[in-house]
């Protein structure tokens, strides 16, 4: 046990020769398959593919985003106190529901097409993005708000210059999963006849085409990871450092 | 500059008689003087400070600052004039020190410039080095570096007034000392009028020109820390104070104020003659012996040199019991006395001249004399 | 709603089964996924640098949509001729289980008061025994909180899983969609729905009775 662990530990180089021995052997094996002939000849799809793709990940996400953020901060209000455990328990309640309920239940009042799949993404991004806003605001500590207040700020200025500013971080984590949801989601649009990567996935299900479906899963997957990677550079540098678990040193 | 008049608070509780945290409470601050609230836990001492920033409103009674009444502030601005400290610091995470501090400046719209001098300015005075801290963030901070900070940004924009609820609680007992010792010689010099709530006696004979005890809502006693010791005004209040007030007594008095000055002080060459004369004329059954700087080397007693004749005062020295300094307490004295059990203590300066001493006699009459206001000189 | 009401009726065995069926993908993986998860988990508290590059694999692995999860799966298991229905969606499932589950354990390992280890080695226990008697029954509660993590999440996953031809109620779904049938879009999602909150709130249950007395916010 103890010497694999050793292995592991030492595995900074050995991991790098590894990733290039499988890039290598992926190559091969994708010359081998048509994977590459396959990718070259349906390139112009692809690339408008990718678009749709990003289009509607990135305009639902955003939409998500403000709306749910403004939600969760009038969620944290005094005079909707008295609703706002209700919602938070309805919100934790709803985000359990599986992403394909979710656009299935869409599709029963909107139909099918881009519109249903951009509320459907919607809806699935802003339920994080509320229940962190609102999370986020209401654990700022009492005992701060009240220094807050008997250093004389308004309800505003507490609002905006303690609340916020001190669950930015939660709040980005929810947008980080919210975006998390939507990607993963995205594909699933094929199926109400919107444009995305889906299209490959799917057409490579029913044909049993491997090409088309490794190009859409490997093409689905790093939008995921990219997507990530960049949440997650956003909220290290946006989120200021006092207030950023991952400055703290 | 601050005075409550039959103010009176009571939290109504659904289905049940109402609390009464403040029942009446009547009493006044004078311009520069601390006030310590005190009293055992559940008393009111944070209701009757919070209403005084409007943070808990009153049920009835009037508050006045500078004679102004507060009823016609509105509670924004009056809290901007008022400095506020709680126990927790509340420092904002987001904000770095800097900001920390000038934040009522900054809602107040001073000069950002101005502002920041006194930060600096306010940080030199709690020992803090500005050019390393004001661009820190709170989390940076130990414990007793962040509440030294909620403390001078309670001072920032200068309020006349102050309002600390327990602020030192939190801290362990050495820094604590040294917080309030900081705090005590920074107000010195800015004279603000401070109500300070604490559950600690010691602190508030520390820190207090006056202490008010509130016992269920009732402002029991308003005095001086003195007055409060040497003439509990009921059973609730001596209990309070504990058994031992007549020993608290003494950490209000500066050994200074009670030594017996250049006393008997003798020379190594004087005769014996000279020194029995010198300890007769002042009544004083010993002599302390300087060297040619002025420090104490030594001692003797009217009994030791009895009978003895001709010799000099440098032959039957006794070598002195320790030293006390004349700005340290005469708890401190008593407690110096016991340890080199001695009953007397010659007292030095800081550069270790001898000005006099004390003994545990004089210690003692002056705890049965009528109460005192500190600064009083024996006579 | 009496379409609904009339079509639940009519197909409740149909409906059972398939619940059963996304039951069964979903216990029988992520239950895998404990028994692998949670020895990963303590085994990376020995060692941080380990612990932060497993805990990063696993958390590239949850990035992956399951859609594309599956698409990577099935030309891979086709080798063995599994390339459709249980194994690639039980594998996946496996795979996303490992993020939550390895996680809480490291953290709630990690985060026992570590005056509480001294405490144990102090009364004599050897290692095994503090891990036994202290450390685990204090992390329980938390590793389960993994697991319903998981659990919610791939009731999620396991519905897409029919496009794979690996069942469940997805496929009431699936039908409702292809046949723009809005009875059968309800009665799947709803369907479903509930199964994921039932599941979530039988789990937060579960979590509760675990908890020690007294550690009661521990597990949030
Ligand atoms: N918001 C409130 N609602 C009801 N009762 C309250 C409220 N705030 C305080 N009280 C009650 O008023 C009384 C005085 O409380 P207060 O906080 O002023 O005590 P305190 O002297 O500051 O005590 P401590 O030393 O513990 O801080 C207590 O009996 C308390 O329970
Ligand atoms: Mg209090």
């Known amino acids: 046990m103890n010497y694999i662990i050793e292995l592991i530990k030492r595995s900074r180089s050995l991991s790098f020769y590894i990733l290039l021995a499988l890039i290598f052997l992926s190559g091969v094996f994708s010359e081998s398959t048509g994977l590459i002939k396959e990718f070259l000849d349906t390139f112009d799809d692809w690339i408008y593919l990718l678009r749709q793709n990003m289009l509607i990940v990135f305009t639902s996400g955003i939409t998500a985003t403000f709306l749910g953020i403004g939600s969760g901060i009038l969620m944290s209000r005094p005079w909707f106190r008295r609703y706002s455990n209700i919602f938070a328990q309805g919100f934790n309640v709803l985000s359990a529901v599986p992403t394909l309920a979710v656009l299935a239940l869409i599709m029963t009042v909107t139909g099918i097409g881009f519109k249903s799949a951009f509320i459907g993404l919607l809806t699935v991004t802003i339920l994080p993005v509320v229940r962190n806003t609102y999370q986020g605001i209401s654990e700022v500590p009492e005992h701060m708000i009240e220094a807050a207040r008997g250093q004389g700020m308004t309800d505003q200025q507490i609002l905006w210059k303690v609340q916020i500013p001190n669950a930015l971080y939660v709040i980005s984590a929810g947008v980080r999963t919210g975006f998390a949801l939507n990607v993963g989601t995205s594909p699933l649009i094929t199926l109400i006849a919107a444009d995305s990567l889906g299209e490959y996935i799917f057409t490579g299900i029913q044909l049993n085409e491997f090409n088309s479906l490794l190009i859409g899963s490997l093409s689905v997957a790093a939008l995921a990871i990219i997507t990530d990677f960049i949440l997650t550079k956003l909220q290290f540098w946006l989120i200021p450092k006092g207030v950023n678990p991952l400055r703290f040193t | 500059m601050i005075r409550l008049e039959n103010l009176t608070k009571h939290f109504e509780v659904p289905g049940k008689e109402p609390i009464i945290a403040a029942n009446n409470v009547s009493m006044e601050v004078g311009k520069g003087e601390i006030c310590i609230f005190l009293g055992p836990s559940g008393c009111g001492k944070t209701t009757a400070l919070k209403m005084i920033n409007k943070l808990i409103p009153k049920t009835s009674g009037k508050i006045y600052i500078d004679g102004k009444d507060t009823d016609d502030l509105d509670a924004i601005t009056l ?301 | 709603m009496e379409d609904i009401i009339r079509y639940v009726t009519n197909n409740y065995p149909t409906i059972l089964k398939l619940t059963i069926e996304h039951l069964y993908l979903v216990s029988i993986s992520v239950g895998a996924a404990i028994f692998s998860g949670v020895p990963i988990g303590i085994l990376i508290t020995k060692d941080k640098k380990l612990a932060e590059k497993v805990l990063y694999v696993a958390s ?161």
């Open chain 3, 60 to 220: 590239v692995i949850i990035t992956i949509p399951s859609v594309a999860m599956f698409g990577l799966m099935i030309p891979i298991l086709s080798m063995v001729n599994r390339g459709i229905g249980f194994w690639p969606a039980a594998i996946a499932i496996f795979l996303y289980s490992q993020l939550p589950i390895i996680r809480n354990t490291y953290t709630a390992i990690n985060n026992i008061d570590p005056a509480l280890r001294e405490a144990a080695k102090g009364m004599g226990m050897s290692d095994w025994q503090r891990l036994s008697k202290v450390e685990i029954p204090l992390a329980v509660p938390v590793v389960m909180a993994g697991v319903r993590m998981a659990v919610v999440m791939n009731i999620a996953v396991a519905t897409i899983a029919v496009y794979i031809g690996a069942g469940g109620l997805g496929t009431i779904i699936n039908e409702g969609i292809t046949g723009t049938n809005s009875t059968k879009l309800i009665v799947g999602a709803v369907a479903v729905s509930l199964l994921a909150i039932i599941a979530d709130y039988l789990f937060l249950l579960l979590q509760k009775i675990l908890t020690p007395k007294g550690l009661s916010e521990v597990t949030s």
């Open chain 2, 79 to 379: 809290r901007r004039e008022i400095g506020y400290v709680i126990q927790q610091i509340g420092l904002f995470p987001n904000m770095t020190i800097e900001s920390n501090i000038c934040v009522v400046p900054d809602l107040l719209r001073m000069d950002k410039k101005k502002s920041r001098e006194k930060a600096s300015e306010l940080m030199d005075m709690v020992n803090l080095d500005p050019s390393i801290f004001l661009k820190r963030y709170p989390r940076e901070l130990s414990g007793g570096q962040q509440q030294r900070i909620g403390v001078i940004r309670a001072l920032a924009a200068d309020p006349p007034v102050l309002l600390m609820d327990e602020p030192f609680g939190a801290i362990d007992p050495i820094n604590r000392a040294v917080i309030q010792d900081e705090f005590l010689k920074m107000n010195a010099e800015l004279g603000k009028t401070v109500l300070f709530v604490s559950h600690d006696i010691n602190e508030a004979i520390k820190m207090g020109d006056k202490i008010a005890i509130f016992r269920d809502g009732i402002l029991e006693q308003c005095d001086t820390p003195d007055e409060i010791l040497s003439n509990p005004k009921n059973s609730f209040i001596k209990d309070f104070v504990g058994t031992d007030r007549a020993l608290k007594r003494l950490t209000l008095i500066k050994v200074s104020e009670a030594v017996l000055p250049f006393l008997a002080a003798v020379k190594a060459e004087d005769s014996l003659e000279k020194a029995e004369n010198k300890m007769r004329d002042r009544n004083v059954h010993l002599a302390v012996m300087v060297g040619p700087q002025g420090r104490a080397r030594g001692y003797l007693t009217r009994e030791k040199i009895k009978g003895e004749e001709g010799g000099m005062v440098g032959e039957y020295i006794s070598p002195i019991p320790g030293t006390i300094h004349e700005n340290d307490n005469l708890h401190d004295a008593v407690s110096q006395m016991y340890v080199h059990a001695c009953d007397w203590l010659p007292v030095v300066d800081d550069n270790g001249t001898y000005k006099g001493f004390i003994t545990q006699h004089i210690i003692a009459s002056m705890l049965g004399e009528t109460p005192r206001k500190r600064g009083d000189k024996i006579t």
